[in-house]
């Protein structure tokens, strides 16, 4: 696959946008973010291009509006700047005569986290593509940089501001983006049987293209089924959930879909093809803050669960072990 990288360029005193994945996980008790991997990535393209002599800016989000962990950027300065080495400047505006000031003052080596584009009510504006160009964001921050590094790959498939707006200079991709990229790329085309593939996490809605197209070109031999999925696929084989109905049938604010909407899709799915699904065999409930374990057939309970149990993390590590890819 043919993209622009950041070894192809020279940064030296260059002022330069990066767009990072800094979402972050939260403790509530605290109330505050936490120290994760997703910042010590991100730090390592930060890093790469202010020892490169560039005037680095990066954006970012933080939840969404709604969320308790939706906050500014002010803790994640304080920890990028453990990574990188050096301060992290943080200014609590996007793209106001502050920011831009902040910016233009940045001499080379130096790093500025601008603050939570979700702040923004032009950050998930859906637009035709060629119109994201227009926004006051792209508008204001674009002409004070020679280039855009895009480094947030969980969130590359979506069509939002900071993500697509920035097409009048060259888009890089960062170093977490070209890793991706070409993990991706070598899956895809040169992929070696047994292929295993594992789905989680909550975000489950962009899932759906990707395992029409691998189930339909009989391209993967094993699904794992973890998070929502897995919740889904036990509804599907007609187990009562109880408490954790809740969520399903409440309406995703990015999807503007019910989770519950997917059930028929993941019914044909299992029907179609029940050989190469993997769905959980036990999970873990949160019972008065504690983590405690049962079999699906114990299902349903009035306690919330988050998480697959130990016997489904064994049979998953069975089947990766088998995997070559």
Do not use: W
Not at 102 to 121: A, Y
């Amino acid at each position: 696959m043919n993209y622009l990288k950041l070894a192809d360029y020279d940064f030296s005193n260059q002022a330069v946008l990066v767009r990072s994945d800094l979402d972050s996980p939260y403790d509530k008790e605290k109330n505050e973010i936490m120290d994760n991997e997703r910042l010590s990535e991100a730090a390592k393209t930060l890093r790469y291009l202010a020892e490169r002599g560039a005037k680095v800016v990066t954006i970012g989000h933080q939840a969404r509006p709604g969320k308790a962990s939706f906050t500014r950027l002010k803790r994640h300065a304080e920890l990028l700047s453990s990574y990188c080495g050096q301060e992290v400047k943080y200014c609590d505006s996007i793209h106001d005569a502050n920011a831009r000031d902040m910016i233009q003052t940045l001499k080379p080596g130096e790093l500025l986290v601008l603050e939570n584009v979700r702040f923004s009510s032009e950050e998930t504006l859906e637009l035709d593509l060629e119109k994201y160009p227009t926004t006051h964001m792209v508008r204001d921050l674009e002409p004070m940089f020679a280039y855009y590094v895009q480094n947030s790959f969980t969130t590359a498939h979506r069509t939002h501001t900071s993500m697509v707006g920035f097409q009048n200079i060259p888009n890089i991709a960062g170093l977490r983006m070209q890793l991706e990229i070409d993990g991706i790329s070598k899956a895809a085309q040169q992929a070696d049987r047994p292929y295993v593939m594992i789905f989680g996490g909550a975000k489950i809605f962009d899932y759906f293209s990707l395992m029409d197209k691998v189930l339909k070109e009989d391209s993967v031999d094993t699904i794992l089924a973890g998070g929502l999925l897995g919740d889904l696929c036990l509804l599907a084989k007609g187990y009562k959930l109880g408490k954790k109905m809740e969520f399903l049938t409440e309406t995703d604010s990015l999807a503007k879909q019910k989770l519950l909407d997917l059930l028929p899709q993941v019914t044909d799915y299992l029907t179609a093809y029940p050989d190469k699904f993997v769905i959980p065999v036990d999970v873990a409930l949160d019972v008065d803050g504690k983590r405690q374990e049962i079999p699906v057939s114990e299902l349903p309970s009035d306690y919330m669960f988050y998480d697959i149990g130990a016997k489904t993390a064994a049979l998953f590590a069975e089947k990766i072990k088998k995997a070559k890819t």
